[in-house]
């Protein structure tokens, strides 16, 4: 057995989602991404004297909708603290956070894992906060240039519990939090460009020990693979080190995904005082039982919610459910589609398999697919009644349905020559004339040569210039062979 199966890994996120308000968290500055640096900047994001601060209540609402997705308790009062600290992207010299009074406690996030197994990660809170603007070292070669736009736009920060035991779980839950917040409509989710950042806290300790072993804080990780790359590296450290006799360093780790490993940025020993103390320009917000039933009552969706009714109403696989699920844009387009076609299945079919290769193959977005749902019904409907057989209409119809969307499904069936014959009288002749003209394989299938079936049915479906309806044609063929 090896080592590393002695230990077992604790993990607990940190995650800072970017709000899509549009503006800041106490202040009227737009709050837009790429606009030209340092030109969202008042005086209230500058901190300059005598400003004071408001709180956007768009942020609030988007917390509580993240709440109450959340299963989490929603505090009644909210304070606002000052976490006080001196960096060059933080003009006001501190940030305006919640301390001891964070607007979200107990929710929890839950997932399903590849091995199909349900994944509970319980949360300590969510806070609301504010960003600092953004620091470039890599534009000066020998200045780092201050963008204050970022500064002062709104984030909630999701902690979790330490209840994550490996990269594939932490992977899972980041993967759930991005679905969750775009969902809700409250972050774009973007982890490349920094909407949703996330530190990592990883500790191992001997399996069956219920004391925590030291954490190690990981930090820079830009996108979800990476940050199951760091865990990954970090298990193998800590326990390597561990194994060596050596101790583990209480400190915050930086990753580098080039390469592959984390290296030390500053020790928690040294690590900074933010003398917090309550915000005096702001009042407490009281988000009341009624305020917190108005935003209930105008919930999108959820994940989960689409997760049980695809499951138990639709009779959809897990897998499936969880492909469509997968992108909000995707459940959509489908929850639209099936207000056209009562064939769950074949919807779900249509939209994984020919819409998405055909989006891939041109690497499209759902968004930009000029072709409504509305018609992949009419096609489904042309299959269902038999009138067009489903290879015909994934390889003929839909790639010439889709150059021109405005046409009639069955027009063009017609058109194009699609329309099968399931017609049995006619279907009848064509098959009396094939086992005619091929009497002597017909006398080897009646002396127990039954594989020829096939020969035949191809003969049949050649004949009909393939507009038979298959199944029909090997029934039909079956029975002629057996009177
Ligand atoms: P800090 O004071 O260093 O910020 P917190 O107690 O606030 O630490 O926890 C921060 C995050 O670290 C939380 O997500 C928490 O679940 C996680 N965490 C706490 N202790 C451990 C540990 N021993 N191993 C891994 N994660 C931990
Ligand atoms: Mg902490």
Not at 459 to 472: I, N, R, T, W, Y
Request: charged content about 25%.
């Amino acid at each position: 057995m090896s080592v590393y199966n002695k230990y077992e890994t604790v993990i607990g996120l940190e995650c800072h989602v970017q709000l899509l308000t549009k503006t800041k968290m106490y202040s009227s500055d737009l709050a837009e991404y790429g606009a030209m640096p340092n030109t969202n900047v008042s005086v209230v994001t500058l901190g300059h004297p005598g400003t004071l601060p408001v709180v956007n209540k768009s942020a609030i609402e988007y917390a509580v909708k993240l709440g109450i997705a959340t299963n989490s308790t929603i505090r009644y009062e909210n304070q606002f603290a000052r976490k006080n600290y001196f960096y060059a992207d933080l003009p006001k010299g501190y940030q305006i956070t919640q301390d001891k009074t964070p607007i979200c406690n107990g929710g929890y996030i839950s997932t399903k894992l590849k091995d199909g197994s349900e994944l509970r990660v319980n949360l300590t809170r969510i806070h609301m906060e504010e960003d600092a603007g953004k620091s470039m070292h890599d534009i000066d070669p020998f200045n780092t240039l201050i963008d204050l736009n970022r500064a002062g736009t709104p984030l909630l920060e999701i902690v979790t519990e330490p209840d994550i035991r490996s990269g594939e779980e932490a992977y899972a839950y980041l993967t759930e939090v991005r679905k969750l917040v775009r969902y809700l409509d409250i972050c774009d989710g973007n982890m490349e460009e920094g909407s949703l950042r996330c530190d990592a806290n990883i500790s191992v300790r001997l399996k069956g020990t219920s004391t925590f072993g030291k954490k190690v804080e990981v930090k820079n990780m830009n996108s979800f693979r990476n940050v199951q790359r760091a865990i990954d590296f970090e298990i193998k450290r800590q326990i390597d080190l561990i194994e060596a006799g050596e101790p583990i360093a209480v400190e915050t780790r930086s990753f580098n995904a080039e390469e592959g490993y984390t290296f030390s940025l500053r020790s928690k020993e040294s690590a900074n005082d933010y003398r917090y103390f309550p915000e005096p320009d702001l009042q407490p917000v009281f988000i009341t039982q009624e305020y917190i039933a108005d935003v209930k009552s105008k919930m999108p969706i959820l994940p989960n919610q689409l997760f049980e009714r695809y499951t138990k109403e639709f009779k959809l696989s897990e897998y499936d459910a969880n492909q469509i699920i997968d992108q909000k844009e995707i459940a959509f387009y489908y929850n639209k589609l099936i207000t056209h076609t009562s064939n769950y299945k074949s919807a779900a079919n249509w939209l994984l398999v020919n819409i998405k290769s055909y989006l891939n193959e041109r690497a499209l977005t759902i968004q930009e697919l000029n072709f409504e749902p509305k018609k992949i019904a009419e096609i489904i409907a042309l299959i269902d009644s038999g009138k067009v057989s489903n290879s015909a209409a994934s390889q003929k119809l839909f790639p010439e349905m889709v150059n021109q969307p405005n046409r009639i499904a069955e027009v063009l069936a017609i058109e194009l020559d699609l329309i099968q014959n399931s017609n049995s009288d006619e279907l009848q002749s064509i098959i009396d004339n094939v086992l005619l003209k091929n009497a002597a394989k017909v006398q080897e299938y009646k002396n127990g040569k039954v594989g020829l079936l096939g020969m035949f049915v191809g003969e049949v479906m050649k004949e009909s210039k393939g507009k038979a309806d298959p199944k029909l044609a090997n029934q039909l063929v079956k029975q002629s062979l057996e009177k």
